[in-house]
């Protein structure tokens, strides 16, 4: 196996921590694996051998050796520093808690807040090492405010008419919720700082989760190393038998990597391999016993082995458990200057609201609003931005963007945005919500019966009127679905490869669920040739719109933790991040929202999702 070890500064001791093992399946050619016990590091004759190495494997997709451990880095996750006798010794919800930094009386809209979380054991121990996923959100869900008692003020006066009901008020907005993601840094010491940027005026507070301790992410590490067979596939094979039968067998199935686990499924003459002949992976399923090869008709999900130990069980156990700590209610004041910024968007987020539960627009002053965009200068939505944290907030259920300037569409905006144009969708089930969205939203936009499963697709809709046509289908295997052909099951790259792009053609995509199980190393193969598809769409036709959907949260268990989902969007993001795309966040609009979690957002969530992807499609 072939090891990287980068030293790296973290706090104020000195790190060691070893490479994803994304180049461990070309490692053969190595003399040695690299030492990773050696304090030394990389030594000068290693680091040309890792560069050699990158350079004549990764050379198709533009990957070097800086590259490669800047990805390292991002997916690193801080291990416990001693070995776990016992379940007590692991990070305790119940006795961990945060306080709020030099809480003050009042704060001002875009200031920040800082809080500490320290860890502590069963034992009510202050931990000393890091490696807890721990999620954090400042929210707001009531309404106390003066005279006004459901309205929320704002910095901007309206020239109300004499004797009217808000005369005393200077403007209001509606506050029912609100919500804001939170940034989390492990000091690996066992506290760990959050950071929440404030948006909004009004009231808040703070709340924070431990997803994981650290001991329960060990538990995740060793399975997705070790045991990425727990989550296997059907394979169901039909061909003609004896006086004109049909025969037919279930086999299982799984990805073909010949470690991780994954090489349970056997050795030699044991499988019938099938090799994309593009992408050059290999899907593998049992070999049948009256049946070829080639008669595999069907894919379907198979079912999930849950190998976990007693001591495993228990530690995944405190799993998305809630933290105790200052309750204490943030009082934010406007200011001149972000506040003045942050109210003007929501002051149209208001607006966008009241729009939707009335079914129609009220004219409403926006010389203000236009000339605060102006002045704070948010940029117009175009390929490559950068997404900040917090990425947006959400107020009374609408989601305000700090990524670029984005709109709040109307039914008939949607379908004037999506006029002329031809939009690929492939991914997963919840890319699948974004075109049901568009099928429920736009009127004239009619889904044809294509006679396949539901679930994997393809499936596609059309708008004669606009000249919109619509395709969704699955990102491939592996998929966690029902029987559905094998023909129908197509890779992404594949598809990118087929589409000749445009102005008027939008592609977007997500890929990540149904790959928590496996190895990182397989799934950043799988991403970098999707990368090289992007790459060559874009080059030959540069004018193509092509959007990233985010992993978002949902998932907390041992087949698909958030955890898992978190290490494959550093990946995604990593691989995207120079390529000229959009990048659709979704993971933080997921987290920071009220509504329970699933893996399947809510509508309100897909609505706000929706809004900043038409924005990309149709900047303004």
Not at 263 to 286: A, S
Request: aromatic residues 10%; glycine residues 6%.
């Amino acid at each position: 196996m072939c090891l990287l070890v980068v030293w790296s500064y973290m706090g104020n001791g000195r790190k060691k921590h070893p490479s994803p093992n994304i180049l461990s399946q070309h490692c053969a050619g190595l003399q040695k694996p690299l030492n990773s016990s050696s304090p030394a590091g990389i030594n000068s004759k290693d680091s040309e051998k890792s560069q050699s190495l990158i350079n004549s494997i990764y050379s198709e997709f533009g990957i070097s050796l800086e590259d490669y451990l800047r990805l390292q880095e991002a997916v690193h996750w801080a291990d416990p520093d001693r070995s776990i006798t016992n379940v007590s010794m692991s990070t305790s919800p119940a006795h961990t808690t945060f306080i709020i930094e030099n809480l003050k009386k009042s704060y001002q809209t875009g200031e920040k807040l800082f809080v500490t979380v320290h860890a502590k054991d069963f034992y009510n121990k202050s931990k000393s090492y890091g490696g807890d996923f721990f999620q954090a959100k400042l929210f707001w869900n009531n309404t106390k405010v003066s005279d006004c008692k459901h309205y929320l003020p704002v910095v901007f006066t309206v020239n109300s008419a004499p004797g009217s009901d808000r005369e005393s008020c200077t403007e209001y907005v509606p506050l029912s919720q609100a919500s804001v993601f939170g940034d989390v840094k492990d000091m690996l010491n066992g506290s760990y700082s959050v950071c929440f940027l404030l948006p909004w005026v009004g009231e808040a507070q703070v709340a924070v989760r431990l997803i994981h301790s650290s001991e329960a992410v060990q538990v995740l590490k060793r399975h997705r190393d070790t045991d990425s067979d727990r989550v296997y596939f059907n394979g169901y094979y039909e061909g003609p038998g004896p006086s004109k039968t049909r025969l037919s067998e279930t086999v299982m199935c799984n990805v073909k990597w010949d470690k991780n686990g994954l090489e349970h499924m056997g050795t030699g003459d044991c499988c019938c391999e099938y090799k994309d002949p593009h992408t050059e992976e290999i899907w593998r399923c049992q070999r049948p016993k009256s049946l070829p090869c080639s008669a595999l008709v069907y894919h379907s999900m198979g079912g999930y082995r849950n190998r976990l130990t007693e001591k495993e069980k228990k530690l995944m156990k405190q799993t998305n458990k809630d933290i105790n700590g200052d309750k204490s209610i943030i009082k934010i004041f406007s200011s001149k200057t972000i506040g003045m910024l942050v109210n003007s968007l929501t002051q149209k987020n208001s607006t966008a609201q009241r729009c939707r539960d009335a079914g129609k627009c009220v004219a409403q002053k926006r010389g203000t609003d236009v000339l605060t965009l102006r002045q704070y200068k948010i940029k117009k939505c175009h390929p490559g931005l950068h997404t900040p944290v917090p990425a947006g907030f959400y107020l009374n259920d609408v989601w305000t963007s700090f990524v670029c300037s984005t709109r709040h569409f109307t039914t008939q905006m949607t379908s004037e945005c999506l006029k002329d144009k031809q939009i690929y969708m492939m991914g997963d089930s919840t890319m699948r919500q974004w075109f049901e969205f568009f099928v429920k939203e736009v009127p004239n936009l009619k889904q044809m019966d294509l006679h396949v499963q539901y679930q994997s697709g393809p499936l596609l809709a059309v708008d004669v009127e606009n000249n919109i046509d619509l395709h969704w289908r699955a990102h491939g295997l592996p998929l966690r679905t029902e029987k559905t052909a094998v023909a129908d099951l197509h890779y992404i790259s594949n598809e990118i490869n087929g589409l000749a792009g445009g102005p008027h053609m939008v592609i977007m995509f997500n890929l990540g669920p149904h790959f928590t199980t496996y190895p990182l190393d397989f799934y950043t193969h799988r991403v970098l040739i999707i990368r090289t598809a992007v790459l060559a769409l874009l080059q030959r036709a540069p004018d193509t719109t092509v959007i990233i959907k985010t992993v978002n949260t949902g998932y907390k268990d041992i087949f698909g933790s958030d955890w898992y989902s978190l290490q494959l969007d550093k990946i995604l993001r990593w691989a995207f991040q120079d390529v000229g795309v959009y990048i659709l966040d979704v993971w933080q609009m997921t987290a920071c929202h009220y509504s329970k979690e699933n893996i399947h957002p809510c509508p309100v969530i897909i609505k706000n999702e929706i809004d900043i992807l038409l924005s990309f499609i149709c900047p303004v």
